[in-house]
C-alpha cells in the first residue's frame, strides 16, 4: 500500500540552527501539506503548496518558514532559525490530484526537538 | 471559515461496549468530513471520511459514522470495542474549494478497560 514516508524521524537541534524535514509523498498525488502537533496540543494546519507553489498558509508559516520540492518525488520543510517554541511533531500529508476531496494521507511524522 | 469541536478529550469503555466519539462541526458550506486515528507514537490514520454520498460511512477496523446536517454532527461508533482501539482519535474537515486544508479536533483520547 502506498504510503507517505517522512525523516528523519525524531531530530534535535539547538536555537537558532535551521532544520530541514523531508517527505516523500504518495506518487500520483499533487497536493502536499505540512501540519505540526505540539506535544498535547491540535493537530495544526501549517501549507499547503501545488503547482510547485504555495496554495495556502497558516499564521504559524511565517518567514522562517519555506517549502520546496527539488525534484519528483520529495517535498521539504524548512525552518531557517529554529526556536524553542518549534518543538513538536511535524506531519508531511498528500492527498489525490482534483476532482474530489479523497482525505490527505499523512506519515509518521518528524519529532524536532528544540534545545 | 470551518471548525469542529469534539466533546470529550478522554472516553473510557469497557471491552465489548460500545464506542461512541462525538464531533460537531460548523461549516458556512457544505462540509467535508473526515476521522483520523492516531496511534501512540506513529502518525495519523485515515479511519472514514463523508464526502456528501452515503450519509452513513463505514471505515476501517469496524468503525462508523453517521453525518448529520440537522445536527451538524459527524459522531463515531463501534459497536464493540475492543483493546487494540486504544488511542486518540481526531474528526477534521475541509470545504471544497480550497487547497484541501483539513481543519482538525482538540482529539479524543479512548482508552479500553479489560
Known amino acids: 500500500e502506498p504510503e507517505v514516508t517522512q525523516t528523519p524521524s525524531h531530530q534535535v537541534t539547538q536555537m537558532g540552527q535551521e532544520v530541514i524535514l523531508r517527505c516523500v509523498p504518495i506518487?500520483?498525488?499533487?497536493?502536499f501539506y505540512w501540519y505540526r502537533q505540539i506535544l498535547g496540543q491540535k493537530v495544526e494546519f501549517l501549507v499547503s503548496?501545488?503547482?510547485?507553489?504555495?496554495?495556502?498558509k497558516s499564521e504559524i508559516f511565517d518567514d522562517q518558514f519555506s517549502v520546496e520540492r527539488p525534484d519528483g518525488s520529495n517535498f521539504t520543510l524548512k525552518i531557517r532559525s529554529t526556536k524553542l517554541e518549534d518543538s513538536a511533531m511535524y506531519f508531511c500529508?498528500?492527498?489525490?490530484?482534483?476532482?474530489?476531496?479523497?482525505?490527505?494521507?499523512f506519515g509518521q511524522g518528524t519529532r524536532l526537538t528544540v534545545v | 471559515a470551518q471548525s469542529v469541536t469534539q466533546l470529550g478529550s478522554h472516553v473510557s469503555v469497557s471491552e465489548g461496549a460500545l464506542v461512541l466519539l462525538r464531533c460537531n462541526y460548523s461549516?458556512?458550506?457544505?462540509?467535508?468530513l473526515f476521522w483520523y486515528v492516531q496511534y501512540p507514537n506513529q502518525g495519523l490514520q485515515l479511519l472514514l471520511k463523508?464526502?456528501?454520498?452515503?450519509?452513513l460511512v463505514k471505515g476501517i477496523n469496524g468503525f462508523e459514522a453517521e453525518f448529520k446536517k440537522s445536527e451538524t454532527s459527524f459522531h463515531l461508533t463501534k459497536p464493540s470495542a475492543h483493546m487494540s482501539d486504544a488511542a486518540e482519535y481526531f474528526c477534521?474537515?475541509?470545504?471544497?474549494?480550497?487547497?484541501?486544508?483539513?481543519?482538525f479536533g482538540s482529539g479524543t483520547q479512548l482508552t479500553v478497560l479489560p
Open positions: 500529508a498528500s492527498s489525490e490530484a482534483l476532482g474530489g476531496v479523497d482525505g490527505a494521507f
Open positions: 503548496f501545488y503547482n510547485n507553489e504555495i496554495s495556502e
Open positions: 463523508y464526502t456528501s454520498a452515503a450519509t
Open positions: 506518487s500520483n498525488h499533487l497536493y
Open positions: 461549516s458556512s458550506v457544505p462540509p467535508y
Open positions: 477534521a474537515v475541509t470545504l471544497s474549494g480550497s487547497a484541501r486544508q483539513l481543519t
